[in-house]
């Protein structure tokens, strides 16, 4: 469709006579702003809107991911590696570089993650990570459960704060407590891991 103004410049190109018709000053002033506005409109159209960008931001959020897993299972395999001194018959550490060949951690990474556990001069940074045990009762309506939260952590007491929060103020709309660790034992049985993407 075209503008009503551009039609009347048409109009006025295709005069007969020799001297192109001039628009009154307010129909100059409309047909500016429209041509700026379609300038606009037409330029903010065609940024970023391309295959490659598309490509681009779903390998950068596919990397993020990819490097969050990474860092998750490295993490787990060092704590399990420290807790057993690096044994590799351990069930735990098995586990861990189960869960580790799962995510495509490379080989290397996943040697250095065993040793950093098993030999605590080998630890490059200051950041050591353990295993941290809580257990609690989360209510649930009228009824109260029965939780063990399990959390890998290079800071314990922050992660205990974290986790009396959720706990106390958040799980079940409030209403929690924090029991001792080991309380609910003769309430679980470990079956086995269940990983959760």
């Given at each position: 469709m075209v503008h009503p103004l551009l039609r009347l410049q048409r109009l006025a190109a295709r005069t007969p006579s020799g001297m192109p018709l001039r628009l009154p000053h307010h129909h100059q002033q409309q047909q500016s702003r429209y041509h700026r506005r379609l300038y606009h409109c037409s330029s903010s159209l065609s940024a970023g809107h391309n295959k490659w960008s598309k490509i681009r931001h779903k390998k950068g959020a596919n990397d993020v991911n990819r490097a969050r897993a990474h860092?998750?299972?490295?993490?787990?395999?060092?704590?399990?590696?420290?807790?057993?001194?690096?044994?590799?018959?351990?069930?735990?550490?098995?586990?861990?570089?189960?869960?580790?060949?799962?995510?495509?951690?490379?080989?290397?990474r996943i040697d250095r993650a065993v040793e950093r556990g098993a030999d605590p001069s080998a630890r490059d940074g200051d950041k050591v990570y353990e295993r941290a045990?809580?257990?609690?009762?989360?209510?649930?309506?009228?009824?109260?459960?029965?939780?063990?939260?399990?959390a890998l952590t290079d800071s314990r007491n922050r992660t205990a704060a974290s986790v009396r929060n959720i706990v106390t103020k958040k799980a079940g709309g409030g209403g929690g407590e924090m029991l001792p660790t080991g309380a609910n034992d003769w309430l679980f049985e470990r079956a086995g891991v269940v990983a959760v993407s």
């Open positions: 860092a998750r299972a490295a993490r787990a395999v060092e704590a399990a590696s420290r807790r057993c001194r690096g044994d590799p018959d351990d069930v735990g550490l098995q586990s861990s570089l189960a869960a580790a060949r799962a995510v495509r951690l490379p080989k290397d045990r809580y257990d609690g009762m989360v209510s649930a309506g009228e009824t109260r459960v029965a939780v063990i939260i399990e």
